[in-house]
Structures are given as structure tokens and as C-alpha cells.
T-cell receptor
Framework: GAVVSQHPSWVICKSGTSVKIECRSL??????MFWYRQFPKQSLMLMAT?????????EQGVEKDKFLINHASLTLSTLTVTSAHPEDSSFYIC??????????FGPGTRLTVL | GDSVTQMEGPVTLSEEAFLTINCTYT??????LFWYVQYPGEGLQLLLK?????DKGSNKGFEATYRKETTSFHLEKGSVQVSDSAVYFC????????????FGAGTRLFVKA
């Protein structure tokens, strides 16, 4: 089946620094990718929808200047957490839409901000 | 707004036991319903889906029936295996032209040998 990878799988950074997370569709092209955030023992919350070659669409309450999303190619989307703070610590998950109802999920990236 | 509520875990069962994980939803319009499974260290995978009322989704021995009258989509399996140990997420997508998927909180299942 289709595979989506994320890099890094975990990252620890100091408060105030920026962190970039990559999401790649390895064996298919994805015109649409999604970024989710998952808090412990809670569901995935959609942060933004990323369309190749256009600006991302952010969900209500998500700061677009803090969570920068770039979808430069059909196989790569990046999420940059700018000026990270401890409250940004979370599990970030991406998914890529292949067609219809089908989306494939990456394994997630755990971000810890000290 | 649209939401999904599923039973809290963890659920611990012995091998070959019957499994039910309850899921109810609130949605405007006519949503498609999904169950996703997340095995340790892996991404979410689609387990099964149903797109209209009374549809039954099934895969790997798991089943769920779209019940519009009770707004439910309970996951069942007649005989669980140790390899079924994972986190299960119920989800919905409202077919309004967008592709926003709303997830439940997830239910962790432990199956003992």
C-alpha cells in the first residue's frame, strides 16, 4: 500500500527556536496533504489542509504565522513551528490524500519544547 | 458542530473474546464513517468505512454498521487476536465538498494471550 513518511520521528528543541517537520508520500503523488495535532489521550485535531502549489487552508484557531506550511511538490509538505514554546509540545501527524476517501497517514513526529 | 464520541479505553480482552467498541456521532448532512487503526509505532490505517445508512463496512474480521437512527457506528469483531492490540479511531467526514475528517479520541485495545 501507499506509504507516507515523516521526518524527524521525534525532536527536542529549546524555547524560541524553529523546527521543521517533513511529510513525504513515498510511492504516490498527493495533491492534498493534511497536518494534525494530537494531544495525549485525545483525538487528532486537523490543523491545516495543504494543497500543492497554493497556500494552506488553516482551521479556526490555528495560527498560520506560527505553523508555516509549505507544499512545494506533489510528494513533500513541510510544517515549520516557528518560535516554539513548551505549549507547542505535541504529536504532529500528516496524511496525504490519494483519491476519493483514501488518505494515508505518516507515523507522526513528537515535538518536545524545553 | 460535527463530533465523534467513542468509548474510553483501555479495553483489555483475552484472545478469542468478542470485541465491541462503541462510537456515536453528531453531524450535519450525511457523513461517511470510518474506523482507523494505529499499531504501535505506525501511522493510522483505514480499517473499514461506510458511506450511507445501513451500509456495513468490514475488513480483517472487523465489522461496523452505519446506523442513522442511533447515529452510531460500533466496531465489532467476533474473536480477537493478540495482533489486534492497537488504538482504534472512529471518524467521520461530511460530504460537503471538503475533505475534513473528524476523529474520536481513540480507544486502546490490549489482547492477552
Amino acid at each position: 500500500g501507499a506509504v507516507v513518511s515523516q521526518h524527524p520521528s521525534w525532536v527536542i528543541c529549546k524555547s524560541g527556536t524553529s523546527v521543521k517537520i517533513e511529510c513525504r508520500s513515498l510511492d504516490f503523488q498527493a495533491t492534498t496533504m493534511f497536518w494534525y495535532r494530537q494531544f495525549p489521550k485525545q483525538s487528532l485535531m486537523l490543523m491545516a489542509t495543504s494543497n500543492e502549489g497554493s497556500k494552506a487552508t488553516y482551521e479556526q484557531g490555528v495560527e498560520k504565522d506560527k505553523f508555516l506550511i509549505n507544499h512545494a511538490s506533489l510528494t513533500l509538505s513541510t510544517l515549520t513551528v516557528t518560535s516554539a514554546h513548551p505549549e507547542d509540545s505535541s504529536f504532529y501527524i500528516c496524511s496525504a490524500r490519494l483519491d476519493g476517501d483514501t488518505q494515508y497517514f505518516g507515523p507522526g513526529t513528537r515535538l518536545t519544547v524545553l | 458542530g460535527d463530533s465523534v464520541t467513542q468509548m474510553e479505553g483501555p479495553v483489555t480482552l483475552s484472545e478469542e473474546a468478542f470485541l465491541t467498541i462503541n462510537c456515536t456521532y453528531t453531524a450535519t448532512g450525511y457523513p461517511s464513517l470510518f474506523w482507523y487503526v494505529q499499531y504501535p509505532g505506525e501511522g493510522l490505517q483505514l480499517l473499514l468505512k461506510a458511506t450511507k445508512a445501513d451500509d456495513k463496512g468490514s475488513n480483517k474480521g472487523f465489522e461496523a454498521t452505519y446506523r442513522k437512527e442511533t447515529t452510531s457506528f460500533h466496531l465489532e469483531k467476533g474473536s480477537v487476536q493478540v495482533s489486534d492490540s492497537a488504538v482504534y479511531f472512529c471518524a467521520l467526514r461530511v460530504n460537503t465538498g471538503g475533505f475534513k475528517t473528524i476523529f474520536g479520541a481513540g480507544t486502546r485495545l490490549f489482547v492477552k494471550a
